[in-house]
């Protein structure tokens, strides 16, 4: 079975780059330079952000549904992202050399299913979340810290 995982819309985080350490503090976001990679995984273009790159950490509303399962949390954007991840049946550096925390979701917004898995070896389960006709999107989570990694959904 196909999937496809998609980055984060840059447009929402463009009004932060460049802004002042005041001005965004203001908006509840810090800057951060790149000293090591892997290690600021940008939620955008699903890559480890490199040394010399800047990262903003801010929260972000990445489950909006209405339920108990309703989810913000930190995530890095890099500063200055353009293009959204978005590809077929393949899995970015960033969350192939990470333990994910695998999310399954019905159309509501209510999880029906979850599981542990390294990165690399994600495929499978992706594929055993996404046959299950109850599932209509999967949620990816860096495991370690729980952060908002993609969306993964059939093509």
């Known amino acids: 079975m196909s ?11 463009r009004h932060l780059f460049g802004l002042s350490e005041e001005a965004l503090a203001a908006h509840g976001a810090q800057r951060f330079p790149v000293g090591d990679n892997p290690g600021f995984p940008d939620r955008v273009e699903l890559r480890d952000l490199e040394v010399g790159e800047t990262a903003l950490l801010l929260n972000f509303t990445h489950q909006p549904a209405a339920t108990p399962y309703r989810s ?15 590809a077929v049946d393949e899995i970015p550096a960033a969350m192939g050399g990470r333990t994910l925390s695998l999310r399954a979701f019905d159309p509501h917004g209510v999880m029906v299913d979850a599981d542990l898995v390294e990165g690399r070896e994600m495929t499978g389960l992706i ?9 209509a999107y999967l949620h990816a989570h860096y495991a370690r810290r729980g952060c ?6 059939r093509p």
């Open 3 to 13: 999937f496809r995982i998609t980055g984060l819309d840059p447009q929402p985080f």
């Open 72 to 86: 913000c949390h930190a995530i890095f954007v890099g500063e200055g992202a353009a293009r959204r991840y978005d």
């Open 127 to 135: 594929e055993r979340f996404l046959d299950d006709p109850r599932v």
């Open 148 to 153: 908002y990694a993609a969306l993964i959904t």
